[in-house]
């Protein structure tokens, strides 16, 4: 196993050296600069000459391969270089960062996993049943909903109307803080972890594994556990990994609707004022923590089944 | 135009006067941020972003104030100022009670080692523009020199300072992005962890994208202020989150949009709690001379008259700005109440535009933002005006934080965009001088002869009453020429809760609050 697991980190270094060129290109040919932005409140005339010097110290005036070059060649050695809005090193933006967009994501897949999985499971007990009907109204509805909308729903129904929760910020870790953005975020793989835990466990159930288990008296419960729900969680796990990517991207919305301060926020207001490389490390960043999110789910699927073998 | 005044006026009053009570000691601030989802850093001196001056109230201070009572700066962190016969000398006698946050008294090695901090061509700090003013401080920026020639320290409490044209500082030197900082302790490495100032409040934390937080400085050298004993800021970007948690009483405060206007003065309680300020912001459409059908004035008339900004102001902006009668705007020294806004007159627009040689009108591309007072929604509102006197708009959408570098370079037949018109009326004008490149901010490339002997006289001249005069006349030439399609002036509307008081309406930005001035009364919930 770990041979694989290293072989897949290995792999994920091109990966990431695409993903920094793919953005590097992206930032290099849309409109708008650093310098420029400074001035987009229009408040500020713009300082041509403040504009040129800026560029220069930030190495704007040089050609895209030349950038791309210093840039890539930084990032080998770990350094993701210096934000132009805090004239700080990248890495200070990020550090802060890290741990709230981790409780957050983590809060929101806990929350899509611990509502997801058994109303898909009690859905695929009684096909076409109440319970059946209901989650599929949660699930397209939790697919369809904007979450910027579900995001003021909530705040507006559980801050505003009922008091139960704060309506925003993070406050010092405190677990109210949290529930809100992590259920607006966790809405979207709830519904879709229900529709498929619901659609492997009817699979699973038709098997013919399953069959002989029950035929070889084995009781419910027991074909239950140790037949069906493990062999539909790889699929289940599967389908984890790739929403962990949704939710770090939903992040991006939800963290700035609720003032938390995450990589989200952060990615947000870079974009905006275009310091390029605080936008390349968040995305770098994010990539980082699907790829490892997804090395996980593979170590865990071959965990659970051990027809999986990694070579 | 004069009820609206009237009304605002009468708006401010009446939030003054129930703010006219004996000031509470205590409790906490809870203000917001609402430009965007962070805070630029913990040095004020890199960001030029309104959302950091927001802070930099509570932890700075700065040479001068802005007084926004009487609509201009005031000396802060000096006591008086003695200004040379040709207004290049300007010899400063600092306050000898101000403390940093570490009780240390600032003295005048702390401002000149703050000015040469800024000139550091190599961090191209963006308050460099304002000091770049001071004798030798360019010689500085391009490494030639190490002190500004023009700062001169005459003794601890005394400072000179010796310009190079004749300016009046206090419209240079009021911004967070020019705060004093202690000259020694901030060249301590870990120095913006834990930053000090000279504001009416102490550094506790910053949460990046959450909040920062602040407690009373107990030495402030204003006696009894500041009244709160903690201000906390959260930057919160979002429109619709500030609203709910501002129903929710989370928030003392939150900028409104025209849409939360329409719906904050329609609800009896809240419409018990809105400032509302003409800030100096001008909404408009920038023409360029290059694109043929612009460079001829008639044209850039036509295009003033066949748009009803009445109706636009009315039923998009939702009455949430004020007409343009010129470049200048309501709040500033050099508005001239006699002049008249275009009349939305079609025919006449096409009379014009028949003169001019159009008589079947034209295609322009009309480059505009997303921004719901002054972009895209205002676009889309003119077309069809426009394309009655046979003004064909293609829209080309771009980015918010595009629009400045585009607009700069020049690259456009038409903008729209809301671009600062003062406080200093004479710098706002000087947008117009042929001089000032596109890059700086004449944008439409405005030239004309008389406005440039217009504005150089006012320039040149020491007495205000006549610079404001000039000023005036330049503003009427530059409106008759429409350089630009006026649109309004921003009218800055903002909801704040009952038990707090002191607001101030600052007319460069409502935003901007002096905190020391704030103070909550015992009905809020962080009054304790």
Same mark, same amino acid.
């Given at each position: 196993?770990?041979?694989?697991?290293?072989?897949?980190?290995?792999?994920? !270094?091109?990966?990431?050296?695409?993903?920094?060129?793919?953005?590097?290109?992206?930032?290099?040919?849309?409109?708008?600069?650093?310098?420029?932005?400074?001035?987009?409140?229009?408040?500020?005339?713009?300082?041509?000459?403040?504009? @040129?010097?800026?560029?220069?110290?930030?190495?704007?005036?040089?050609?895209? +391969? !030349?950038?791309?070059?210093?840039?890539?060649?930084?990032?080998?050695?770990?350094?993701?270089?210096?934000?132009?809005?805090?004239?700080?090193?990248?890495?200070?933006?990020?550090?802060?960062?890290?741990?709230?967009?981790?409780?957050?994501?983590? @809060?929101?897949?806990?929350?899509?996993? @611990?509502?997801?999985?058994?109303?898909?499971?009690?859905?695929?007990?009684?096909?076409?049943?109440?319970?059946?009907?209901?989650?599929?109204?949660?699930?397209?509805?939790?697919?369809?909903?904007?979450?910027?909308?579900?995001? &003021?729903?909530?705040?507006?129904?559980?801050?505003?109307?009922?008091?139960?929760?704060?309506?925003?910020?993070?406050?010092?870790?405190?677990? #109210?803080?949290?529930?809100?953005?992590?259920?607006?975020?966790?809405?979207?793989?709830?519904?879709?972890?229900? #529709?498929?835990?619901?659609?492997?466990?009817?699979?699973?159930?038709?098997?013919?594994?399953? #069959?002989?288990?029950?035929?070889?008296?084995?009781?419910?419960?027991?074909?239950? #556990?140790? +037949?069906?729900?493990?062999?539909?969680?790889?699929?289940?796990?599967?389908?984890?990994?790739?929403?962990?990517?949704?939710?770090?991207?939903?992040?991006?919305?939800?963290?700035?609707?609720?003032?938390?301060?995450?990589?989200?926020?952060? &990615?947000?207001?870079?974009?905006?004022?275009?310091?390029?490389?605080?936008?390349?490390? =968040?995305?770098?960043?994010?990539?980082?923590?699907?790829?490892?999110?997804?090395?996980?789910?593979?170590?865990? =699927?071959?965990?659970?089944?051990?027809?999986?073998?990694?070579? | 135009?004069?009820?609206?005044?009237?009304?605002?006026?009468?708006?401010?009053?009446?939030?003054?006067?129930?703010?006219?009570?004996?000031?509470?000691?205590?409790?906490?601030?809870?203000?917001?941020?609402?430009?965007?989802?962070?805070?630029?850093?913990?040095?004020?001196?890199?960001?030029?972003?309104?959302?950091?001056?927001?802070?930099?109230?509570?932890?700075?201070?700065?040479?001068?104030? *802005?007084?926004?009572?009487?609509?201009?700066?005031?000396?802060?962190?000096?006591?008086?100022?003695?200004?040379?016969?040709?207004?290049?000398?300007?010899?400063?006698?600092?306050?000898?009670?101000?403390?940093?946050?570490?009780?240390?008294?600032?003295?005048?090695?702390?401002?000149?080692?703050?000015?040469?901090?800024?000139?550091?061509?190599?961090?191209?700090?963006?308050?460099?523009?304002?000091?770049?003013?001071?004798?030798?401080?360019?010689?500085?920026?391009?490494?030639?020199?190490?002190?500004?020639?023009?700062?001169?320290?005459?003794?601890?409490?005394?400072?000179?300072?010796?310009?190079?044209?004749?300016?009046?500082?206090?419209?240079?030197?009021?911004?967070?992005?020019?705060?004093?900082?202690?000259?020694?302790?901030?060249?301590?490495?870990?120095?913006?962890?834990?930053?000090?100032?000279?504001?009416?409040?102490?550094?506790?934390?910053?949460?990046?994208?959450?909040?920062?937080?602040?407690?009373?400085?107990?030495?402030?050298?204003?006696?009894?202020?500041?009244?709160?004993?903690?201000?906390?800021?959260?930057?919160?970007?979002?429109?619709?989150?500030?609203?709910?948690?501002?129903?929710?009483?989370?928030?003392?405060?939150?900028?409104?949009?025209?849409?939360?206007?329409?719906?904050?003065?329609?609800?009896?309680?809240?419409?018990?709690?809105?400032?509302?300020?003409?800030?100096?912001?001008?909404?408009?459409?920038?023409?360029?001379?290059?694109?043929?059908?612009?460079?001829?004035?008639?044209?850039?008339?036509?295009?003033?008259?066949?748009?009803?900004?009445?109706?636009?102001?009315?039923?998009?902006?939702?009455?949430?700005?004020?007409?343009?009668?010129?470049?200048?705007?309501?709040?500033?020294?050099?508005?001239?109440?006699?002049?008249?806004?275009?009349?939305?007159?079609?025919?006449?627009?096409?009379?014009?535009?028949?003169?001019?040689?159009?008589?079947?009108?034209?295609?322009?591309? *009309?480059?505009?933002?997303?921004?719901?007072?002054?972009?895209?929604?205002?676009?889309?509102?003119?077309?069809?005006?426009?394309? /009655?006197?046979?003004? /064909?708009?293609?829209?080309?959408?771009?980015?918010?934080?595009?629009?400045?570098?585009?607009?700069?370079?020049?690259?456009?037949?038409?903008?729209?965009?809301?671009?600062?018109?003062?406080?200093?009326?004479?710098?706002?004008?000087?947008?117009?001088?042929?001089?000032?490149?596109?890059?700086?901010?004449?944008?439409?490339?405005?030239?004309?002869?008389?406005?440039?002997?217009?504005?150089?006289?006012?320039?040149?001249?020491?007495?205000?009453?006549?610079?404001?005069?000039?000023?005036?006349?330049?503003?009427?030439?530059?409106?008759?020429?429409?350089?630009?399609?006026?649109?309004?002036?921003?009218?800055?509307?903002?909801?704040?809760?009952?038990?707090?008081?002191?607001?101030?309406?600052?007319?460069?930005?409502?935003?901007?609050?002096?905190?020391?001035?704030? *103070?909550?009364?015992?009905?809020?919930?962080?009054?304790?």
């Amino acid at each position: 196993m770990l041979p694989y697991v290293f072989k897949r980190l290995l792999q994920a !270094v091109p990966i990431l050296l695409a993903v920094a060129a793919l953005v590097f290109v992206m930032f290099s040919v849309i409109p708008g600069d650093f310098a420029s932005t400074q001035s987009s409140d229009g408040r500020s005339a713009i300082d041509a000459e403040a504009v @040129a010097r800026m560029n220069t110290q930030f190495g704007l005036d040089e050609p895209v +391969h !030349v950038r791309f070059g210093k840039y890539a060649g930084k990032l080998l050695t770990l350094d993701l270089g210096t934000s132009f809005r805090t004239r700080q090193p990248v890495i200070n933006s990020l550090s802060e960062r890290i741990w709230p967009s981790l409780q957050l994501s983590m @809060a929101a897949m806990l929350f899509a996993i @611990a509502f997801g999985v058994p109303l898909g499971f009690l859905a695929a007990l009684k096909p076409g049943g109440w319970v059946d009907m209901q989650s599929m109204i949660v699930a397209v509805s939790g697919l369809s909903l904007p979450q910027f909308w579900l995001g &003021l729903m909530l705040m507006y129904t559980f801050a505003l109307l009922l008091g139960w929760f704060p309506s925003f910020g993070y406050g010092d870790g405190n677990p #109210r803080y949290l529930v809100l953005p992590a259920v607006a975020l966790g809405v979207a793989p709830l519904a879709l972890l229900a #529709r498929t835990t619901r659609a492997a466990v009817l699979e699973v159930m038709n098997a013919d594994f399953v #069959r002989t288990a029950r035929a070889k008296g084995n009781s419910e419960v027991r074909v239950m #556990r140790w +037949h069906v729900a493990r062999n539909a969680a790889v699929i289940v796990l599967t389908t984890l990994g790739l929403q962990f990517g949704s939710i770090m991207g939903g992040a991006v919305v939800i963290e700035k609707l609720f003032a938390w301060p995450g990589i989200g926020s952060l &990615l947000v207001d870079s974009v905006s004022l275009r310091d390029i490389p605080v936008v390349q490390a =968040c995305i770098l960043l994010l990539v980082l923590f699907f790829l490892i999110v997804n090395i996980v789910v593979d170590v865990l =699927c071959a965990l659970i089944d051990p027809r999986i073998k990694y070579s | 135009m004069l009820k609206t005044l009237a009304l605002t006026t009468a708006l401010t009053l009446a939030a003054f006067t129930v703010q006219a009570q004996e000031p509470r000691r205590g409790g906490t601030i809870r203000f917001t941020a609402p430009y965007a989802a962070s805070f630029v850093s913990n040095d004020s001196h890199v960001s030029n972003q309104i959302q950091d001056d927001i802070y930099g109230k509570a932890l700075h201070r700065s040479l001068y104030n *802005w007084d926004s009572a009487n609509n201009k700066p005031v000396l802060e962190l000096a006591k008086s100022v003695e200004v040379s016969a040709d207004g290049l000398v300007h010899t400063f006698k600092l306050r000898d009670d101000a403390l940093f946050h570490n009780g240390r008294k600032m003295v005048a090695d702390d401002i000149i080692w703050t000015f040469t901090r800024l000139m550091d061509g190599s961090k191209s700090y963006p308050a460099a523009r304002y000091v770049r003013l001071l004798k030798g401080a360019i010689d500085v920026e391009k490494g030639q020199a190490k002190e500004i020639a023009g700062l001169r320290k005459i003794d601890d409490f005394t400072l000179e300072m010796t310009f190079t044209e004749r300016t009046e500082p206090g419209f240079l030197f009021n911004a967070a992005t020019t705060s004093i900082y202690p000259a020694k302790e901030a060249q301590a490495p870990d120095f913006f962890n834990k930053p000090i100032g000279l504001g009416p409040f102490k550094f506790v934390e910053h949460v990046p994208g959450s909040r920062m937080v602040f407690e009373r400085w107990e030495k402030f050298y204003q006696p009894g202020k500041p009244y709160a004993d903690k201000l906390v800021i959260s930057p919160m970007g979002e429109a619709a989150a500030r609203d709910v948690a501002f129903r929710n009483k989370e928030i003392d405060v939150s900028i409104l949009g025209p849409t939360q206007y329409v719906a904050y003065k329609a609800d009896p309680n809240l419409s018990k709690g809105i400032l509302e300020v003409a800030e100096v912001f001008t909404r408009n459409m920038g023409m360029n001379p290059g694109f043929k059908p612009f460079a001829d004035k008639r044209v850039r008339q036509a295009i003033n008259h066949a748009i009803d900004s009445e109706l636009i102001i009315k039923r998009l902006v939702r009455d949430k700005a004020y007409r343009a009668t010129g470049w200048l705007p309501l709040s500033s020294p050099a508005y001239d109440k006699a002049m008249q806004p275009y009349d939305f007159n079609p025919e006449k627009a096409k009379k014009l535009l028949t003169e001019a040689g159009y008589p079947d009108g034209f295609e322009f591309e *009309w480059t505009a933002t997303p921004n719901e007072s002054w972009g895209m929604p205002i676009v889309e509102a003119t077309i069809p005006m426009l394309a /009655k006197v046979g003004i /064909k708009v293609k829209v080309k959408p771009v980015e918010g934080s595009a629009l400045g570098g585009i607009v700069a370079k020049g690259d456009f037949q038409a903008y729209i965009w809301s671009n600062t018109s003062g406080p200093d009326p004479l710098t706002a004008m000087k947008c117009f001088h042929s001089a000032t490149p596109q890059s700086a901010c004449n944008y439409t490339t405005y030239k004309n002869p008389a406005v440039d002997k217009l504005l150089d006289e006012a320039g040149a001249t020491a007495d205000t009453a006549k610079r404001l005069d000039l000023v005036k006349q330049a503003n009427a030439i530059v409106y008759a020429d429409a350089p630009v399609w006026f649109f309004n002036y921003n009218k800055a509307v903002l909801a704040y809760q009952p038990w707090l008081h002191g607001l101030q309406p600052n007319a460069t930005e409502l935003a901007l609050q002096y905190f020391e001035d704030l *103070w909550v009364d015992a009905s809020s919930p962080a009054a304790k």
